[in-house]
């Protein structure tokens, strides 16, 4: 069956550097030498959103399931 994958806040700063890396050694995308913070910081808040929303849902989830 699927696993499942919780992205935990402590680990949004590191995974967003390893994205940011990744992806500019592999020429996906290209940050200026002087912007590299700013794209971790961009990257992070993408991530930082998706861990809010993903709480959100699992207490909604767990309201409804109360509710019955």
């Known amino acids: 069956g699927k696993g499942s994958y919780?992205?935990?806040r402590y680990a949004?700063?590191?995974l967003a550097k390893d994205i940011?890396?990744?992806l500019?050694?592999?020429r996906d995308i290209e940050v200026a030498p002087g912007?590299?913070?700013e794209a971790e910081l961009d990257?992070?808040?993408i991530l930082d959103q998706y861990v809010k929303v993903e709480e959100?849902?699992?207490?909604?989830?767990k309201d409804l399931v109360q509710q019955r």
């Open 24 to 26: 500019n050694a592999a």
């Open 6 to 8: 919780r992205l935990e």
């Open 12 to 14: 949004i700063e590191p």
């Open 43 to 45: 990257v992070r808040a």
């Open 56 to 61: 959100e849902v699992w207490e909604r989830a």
């Open 35 to 37: 912007q590299v913070t």
């Open 20 to 22: 940011l890396g990744t």
